[in-house]
């Protein structure tokens, strides 16, 4: 069903001095409501346009209670106000709240259309509410709103409600479109299931570069970088040309499997064959490919010669990563003072600039760089580890003692700790804080988000022989990693660990990406 704003919904008061005290206001709860009531006194309370400004403001403050007590007591709200409001909440990170206000469209029998339910299919990362917002779609949701609450899906690593969808969409004869059969391989392979991506990629009637470049996306990040490169060739050879895209997929298969000569030789197809201008993403791609396969010289003559002009940070980013992973310190020091000039306020940078001073001995440094981040009041960011359990999300951080079964979640993981130092675990203390005493080091790591996790996961399914599966916001740390290879392996249980950049998929000791992350 098409949406347009109403006549109401045009603001006849865009030069009034309420508006303007409106707009002054901005997305701070005091001067909304100090502006709020300077509106009614001047006559204004009834204004469904600065009604729909100022709920909008208020849910942006994260009054999200205020915004619905001024949406429902106005005499005649309409469709605009209430998606005005859903999209806001959305863009807010609340879904709740842009479920009730979607919950209030409905209720209200007003005209919607589906760009409103998509917002809350945005918003809603947890599962229970993204099935929510699914039974609420009032009529049956057509292919546009499929595919993007498969996006939501593939986001959130929400692969059970993925899987409803994909039977309702089987179920129901819908037209696969080469929007929805991209949406469906997408969600696949960011949820872990890489073999059924490529079960749907080989079923489509009608491939366009979308789904050729998601599926090449997805064997790179599963650490299948041989198949990424035949699936490449067979592209080229019966689908349609690669775009940049493609070549930005291609070549981070490459880094993540140690494939060299392989990136070397698609860089330079890019080029010649297709004539396509490389970009930042190129260019940090083959950064990366030569840092991971441990070719430092190679990858600082990469950046001498063939990048033109000042390289972006992504590029040193990744040159600092390789460093850090080899253990070349003094080459790490030099590219992590040249990201700190280009980017003096991001936090990121000065953590792995203390962390190599940290695996050099250079305490001094630490507490310098350190000292420097408080003044600037420079944090970094939050690490936290996802699981879903029946439907239900559980979010894990470093030392998590909110989860209502904490308790038996310690205890477990206390055990599991016992049981992989029996068969040769030994904790990774270059991980964390050097000035800590080693047993300090050990105990923190040992409650890391992700080690909290796995032990839900599995305590959670006892007798299961189906599959953990962790979504983290960062790149998994080196204890983790070492840590859930001992798990799999005594547990006998795979776990699947989707971090910031690729998937780990840790069986019987061994991880799939053979240490290339």
């Known amino acids: 069903m098409a949406f347009e704003p109403s006549s109401s919904s045009v603001n006849p008061h865009h030069r009034s001095p309420e508006y303007n005290a409106l707009l002054l206001a901005g997305p701070r709860l005091g001067p909304l409501k100090q502006a709020h009531a300077r509106l009614v006194v001047a006559g204004h309370g009834r204004s469904l346009p600065l009604t729909t400004k100022l709920a909008t403001l208020a849910v942006a403050a994260g ?29 807010r990170g609340l879904p709740a709240a842009a479920l009730a206000f979607y919950r209030c469209l409905l209720a209200a029998a007003l005209p919607f259309s589906s760009f409103a339910f998509t917002a809350v299919a ?19 949701p057509d292919s546009a709103t499929f595919v993007a609450t498969l996006s939501a899906c593939a986001q959130a690593g929400a692969l059970d409600l993925g899987r409803e969808l994909e039977r309702r969409i089987v179920s129901e004869r819908m037209d696969m479109s080469v929007f929805l059969g991209a949406a469906l391989v997408n969600m696949y392979v960011r949820c872990g299931l890489v073999n059924k991506a490529r079960e749907w990629f080989d079923m489509l009637q009608e491939r366009n570069v979308v789904t050729w470049t998601s599926m090449i996306a997805g064997y790179g990040m599963h650490g299948h970088g041989h198949d990424a490169i035949k699936l490449f060739h067979l592209m080229r050879r019966e689908g349609p040309p690669p775009n940049d895209v493609t070549f930005v997929a291609v070549l981070s298969a490459c880094a993540h499997a140690g494939l ?13 064959v297709y004539g396509l201008v490389p970009r930042a993403e190129h260019y940090c791609s083959m950064v990366d490919m030569y840092g991971r396969a441990g070719l430092l010289d190679d990858a600082m003559q990469f950046i001498r010669d063939s990048i033109p002009g000042e390289p972006g940070p992504e590029v040193w980013t990744a040159m600092l990563g390789a460093c850090k992973m080899h253990k070349n310190f003094n080459l790490g020091v030099e590219v992590a003072e040249r990201l700190i000039a280009l980017e003096p306020e991001n936090p990121s940078h000065r953590v792995l600039l203390s962390n190599i001073y940290a695996l050099s001995g250079k305490m001094n440094h630490v507490e310098k760089v350190r000292n420097v981040m408080i003044k600037r009041r420079l944090k970094k960011q939050i690490g936290y580890s996802l699981i879903e359990i029946g439907g239900i999300a559980h979010l894990f951080r470093m030392g998590e003692t909110s989860h209502p079964q904490t308790r038996d979640i310690y205890q477990y993981l206390e055990e599991l700790i016992c049981r992989i130092t029996d068969a040769g675990y030994v904790a990774e203390t270059d991980s964390v804080l050097h000035e800590l005493e080693e047993e300090e080091r050990e105990f923190t790591l040992r ?6 996790a796995v032990a839900f996961g599995l305590m959670m399914s006892t007798g299961s022989t189906d599959p953990i599966r962790i979504i983290k916001n960062l790149r998994i740390c080196g204890d983790c990693h070492l840590a859930i290879k001992y798990m799999s392996a005594v547990e006998n249980r795979e776990i699947i660990v989707r971090d910031k950049h690729r998937f780990h998929h840790f069986k019987d000791g061994k991880c799939s990406c053979q240490e290339y992350w």
């Open 63 to 91: 009054a999200s209670s205020y915004a619905h007590l001024l949406a429902a007591s106005h005499p005649a709200p309409d469709s605009f106000l209430y998606c005005t409001l859903t999209r806001a909440a959305a863009h």
């Open 122 to 140: 945005k918003a809603c990362a947890d599962m229970s509410a993204l099935r929510a917002g699914m039974a609420m779609a009032g009529e049956a």
């Open 260 to 272: 060299v000569s392989e990136g070397r030789d698609a860089f330079a197809t890019m080029k010649t």
């Open 447 to 452: 409650y890391h988000g992700e080690k909290l």
